[in-house]
């Protein structure tokens, strides 16, 4: 059962609430963001068990050239077969967890307890020197197969951010400029934005960010595909 209901008074956190019932009966309002993006899956329910019971266990399953892992709250991760035989080893349990940036994008990641320090697999596995940090290159943080791994440090990782939360383009670096009424492309290089131009057609706007990503950006670039399948429809412009 799920309905919306009004903000409850005792929280500052905005956006729309729901009345929702959890798989054990019991009920809990949930903000909508934390039910997009899987930050509360239950009503605490599954928190109290896994405090209960020391011991989970992951769910491997063998596919071609790679494992599919299963936590017990529904995440599924990533890792290749090197990295399975690693963590049976070290007989860990790992599980996916939604993690909010500042600019409110949110992502996923795979995350142990380990020495009662909150590890990241994807850290755990490559070990970066201190000063760099592990990129996954397609952005998808439940990808941990080290071919989609590697070491960078923060400017390089920057450079393979995803799209913010506000951005209404669907587009990274492309937004529409209201006192021109066209479409802006920008990339930003050592801290500093750089206006790449504006123009009246969205496709030449995201084709103007890719030409620079590809300049400026490298191998670091994220990726989106090369292709403005959207039209002005598709978009919020406000």
């Given amino acids: 059962m799920i309905k919306e209901v009004t903000k409850p008074i005792d929280t500052k956190k905005m956006g729309r609430y729901w009345f929702c019932e959890c798989d054990c009966g ?44 299963l936590d017990e709250i529904g995440g599924v991760f990533y890792v290749d077969l090197e990295t399975y035989h690693v963590l049976k080893n070290l007989n860990r349990y790992w599980y996916v ?11 996923k990641y795979v995350v142990s307890k380990i020495d009662s320090k909150c590890v990241s697999l994807h850290t755990y596995i490559m070990n970066p020197e201190d000063g760099y940090i592990v990129d996954h290159i397609d952005g998808d943080g439940t990808n941990n197969k080290i071919e989609n ?17 506000n951005n209404t383009s669907g587009y990274k670096g492309v937004c529409w400029n209201k006192e021109k009424q066209k479409w802006q492309s920008r990339i930003q290089i050592n801290k500093k934005q750089l206006l790449l131009g504006c123009f009246d057609d969205i496709r030449e706007a995201v084709e103007a960010r ?27 412009i406000e």
Wanted: proline share 0%.
């Fill in 149 to 165: 791994l590697r070491v960078v440090s923060i400017f390089q990782n920057n450079m393979n951010k995803g799209t913010a939360k």
């Fill in 97 to 107: 967890r939604a993690v909010k940036h500042k600019n409110g994008r949110m992502e």
């Fill in 210 to 236: 890719k030409i620079a990503e590809i300049k400026y950006y490298g191998e670091y670039s994220r990726q989106y595909g090369n292709v403005c399948d959207k039209t002005e429809d598709d978009i919020n």
């Fill in 26 to 69: 019991e009920t809990k309002i949930v903000n909508t963001s934390d039910l997009n993006y899987g930050t509360v899956s239950s009503c605490g329910c599954l928190i109290s068990n896994r405090k209960r019971n020391a011991y989970h266990k992951n769910i491997y399953i063998e596919k071609e050239g790679h494992v599919e892992v």
